[in-house]
């Protein structure tokens, strides 16, 4: 199983940014995908999370509204579309999965399987 995480870079406040979580290596239809997030000092926090089915989303309070998560099925890539994007989003955000068939959680106990982070700085 792996997974590939990409797209961060430095965005000004009230920027956007879309990261894609590449995996291979499992069946993509039957996991869930989960996005993290860890800045300097902090735990590391769920962000949003999407089920295998796509029917269940769940996104943490401090990112609704601004960050959408989505999935593609035929390229076996997940992404999250940031929005909006505040000093404090500013992390390395990592993807995860695991097989939680029509579910997902923002724990990350709940995931057995991660990305590498790739970083995310939102500053002027």
């Known amino acids: 199983v792996q997974l590939q995480a990409s797209g961060g870079g430095l965005v000004q406040p009230g920027g956007s940014l879309t990261l894609s979580c590449a995996t291979s290596g499992f069946i993509f239809d039957d996991y869930a995908i989960a996005w993290f997030r860890q800045a300097p000092g902090n735990q590391r926090e769920g962000v949003a999370c999407i089920a295998s089915s796509a029917g269940r989303l769940d996104y943490a309070d401090s990112v609704k509204g601004r960050f959408t998560i989505s999935r593609d099925n035929a390229k076996n890539t997940v992404y999250l579309q940031m929005d909006s994007l505040k000093p404090e989003d500013a992390a390395v955000y990592y993807c995860?999965?695991?097989?939680?068939?029509?579910?997902?959680?923002?724990?990350?106990?709940?995931?057995?399987?991660w990305g590498q982070g790739t970083l995310v700085t939102v500053s002027s």
């Open positions: 995860a999965t695991s097989s939680l068939i029509g579910w997902c959680a923002l724990t990350e106990t709940q995931y057995r399987f």
